[in-house]
């Protein structure tokens, strides 16, 4: 149990397009949703976190406007980055909150690059 | 605010021997405390989790940790590295409470040679 998908699991795209990501809670509902950023050899860095129905909360230095964020299910939330640049390739992983301790339980990550 | 420190940034064992991954947190409140593993290009899979029960936690794959006030440790160990434990980990602390955030330490390579 407490699995969470993303779609695509790579993607590349030329600079000044978008991009979205989706993550999904398969087998449970999740009011709270994360994103995170990480960079090779890096540790996971939070971006926002996403409640349903609800506008997501930014970490200090993110871009709202640029990292768009929509959690418009209990099961599905999504991450669009606008108008993306190179210095936006990163690896991207959502995670899910569940359970009586709050786990998070994460996705198996998104390979973003831009030409 | 709460963090977490995970001391040195590689960790090389050989196959069989004692595999000791160190975690301190500092924290205001007794937090949860987490061990996630991550392999390459995939996303975090959590090991085992300190909820304030028992202080030995048992996790997934011969792995577990002990939680110590005291020490405001909670350390991974596992008696015999295999050479499939080859992956980065995580120590997370979190506060209780809904929307509560993971704060991630910054992470261990585990390599483990034959």
């Known amino acids: 149990g407490a699995v969470v998908s993303q779609h695509p699991s790579w993607v590349i795209c030329k600079s000044g397009t978008s991009v979205k990501i989706e993550c999904r809670s398969l087998?449970?509902?999740?009011?709270?949703m994360f994103w995170y950023r990480q960079f090779p050899k890096q540790s996971l860095m939070l971006m926002a976190t996403?409640?349903?129905?609800?506008?997501?909360?930014?970490e200090q230095g993110v871009e709202k406007d640029k990292f768009l964020i929509n959690h418009a299910s209990l099961t599905l939330s999504t991450l669009t980055v606008t108008s993306a640049h190179p210095e936006d390739s990163s690896f991207y992983i959502c995670?899910?909150?569940?359970?009586?301790?709050?786990?998070?339980?994460f996705g198996p990550g998104t390979r973003l690059t831009v030409l | 605010a709460q963090s977490v420190t995970q001391l040195g940034s590689h960790v090389s064992v050989s196959e069989g021997a004692l595999v000791l991954l160190r975690c301190n947190y500092s924290?205001?409140?007794?937090?949860?405390l987490f061990w996630y593993v991550q392999y390459p290009n995939q996303g975090l899979q959590l090991l085992l989790k300190?909820?304030?029960?028992?202080?030995l936690v048992k996790g997934i794959n011969g792995f577990e940790a002990e939680f110590k006030k005291s020490e405001t440790s909670f350390h991974l160990t596992k008696p015999s590295a295999h050479m499939s434990d080859a992956a980065e980990y995580f120590c997370?602390?979190?506060?209780?409470?809904?929307?509560?955030?993971?704060?991630f330490g910054k992470g261990i390579t585990l390599s483990v040679r034959p």
């Open positions: 300190y909820t304030s029960a028992a202080t």
């Open positions: 924290s205001s409140v007794p937090p949860y």
């Open positions: 996403s409640n349903e129905g609800s506008k997501a909360t930014y």
């Open positions: 997370a602390v979190s506060e209780y409470g809904a929307n509560s955030k993971l704060t």
């Open positions: 995670s899910a909150q569940h359970g009586r301790y709050n786990e998070q339980f």
């Open positions: 087998d449970f509902q999740a009011t709270t």
